[in-house]
């Protein structure tokens, strides 16, 4: 994944962020140019809940690398923070945008990547603990923004977990974790499992998990 890391660009990150539109909600948050009111509250829980595991790690990373900037130099949590997204942006960051632009991706390579998600999310939550303490006497949204990202980031976790260990199990009975979204219909997570054998799709924001050949 290094040469994606070499390769990723501000302007892919912006396109990455600009789909995945959380980080943008939580930068405005930020930049004082929008509100953490209740709706507001509620509309970024249920964006990230939708998502997809792959889709909510990197709406979850770019948002903390957001915080990350805003109070750098304040405390070495954001700089830790900072380079732990980083890293998750350039691992996963240019697989996304092609899956994303219809490009074909080498199974193998995308399964070695994917197995690492929960790990990832359970490592920015932890840090964004952190920094939550950190930022839980300031006079701004920062802290419940990290709150809502912990959240998020825990749940998914799960959910991802839990798919790599019915792949590895072999399961083909349909199981539910909630609902994919795909092309505004209702998918059983369950039957995306059961077709792994032989085909591979992809949509915009789901980058679906292959068997190893």
């Known amino acids: ?21 959380v980080p943008l909600i939580i930068g405005d948050i930020l930049n004082g140019e929008g509100a953490l009111t209740d709706d507001v509250h509620m509309g970024l829980h249920e ?16 948002s903390a690398r957001t915080i990350a900037n805003a109070f750098a130099g304040q405390a070495s949590i954001f700089d830790m923070l900072k380079i732990e997204c980083d890293r998750i942006i350039a691992e996963y960051g ?13 199974n193998n390579t995308v399964f070695e990547t994917l197995v690492h998600i929960p790990e990832d999310l359970d ?16 006079e701004n949204d920062a802290s ?8 998020q980031a825990s749940a998914q976790s799960l959910i991802a977990q839990t798919f790599l260990e019915s ?14 979204i795909y092309d505004g219909e209702n998918i059983d997570m369950g039957a995306l499992v059961a077709e792994q ?17």
């Open 47 to 62: 964006i990230l809940s939708d998502d997809q595991p792959d889709s909510a790690l990197l709406s979850i990373t770019l």
């Open 197 to 213: 054998a032989s085909q591979t799709f992809y949509t915009d924001n789901v980058i679906k998990f292959p068997t190893m050949n």
């Open 167 to 180: 792949m590895d199990m072999g399961e083909q009975d349909p199981w539910t974790i909630d609902h994919a």
């Open 1 to 21: 994944m290094l040469s994606d890391t070499i390769m990723m660009r501000d302007q892919d990150i912006a396109k990455i962020a600009n789909r995945l539109q």
């Open 144 to 151: 419940d923004l990290c709150a809502i990202l912990i959240a």
């Open 94 to 106: 240019m697989m996304w945008l092609r899956n994303a632009q219809a490009k074909s991706l080498d």
């Open 123 to 138: 490592c920015i939550s932890e840090l964004l603990e952190f920094a939550k303490l950190t930022l839980d006497d300031a």
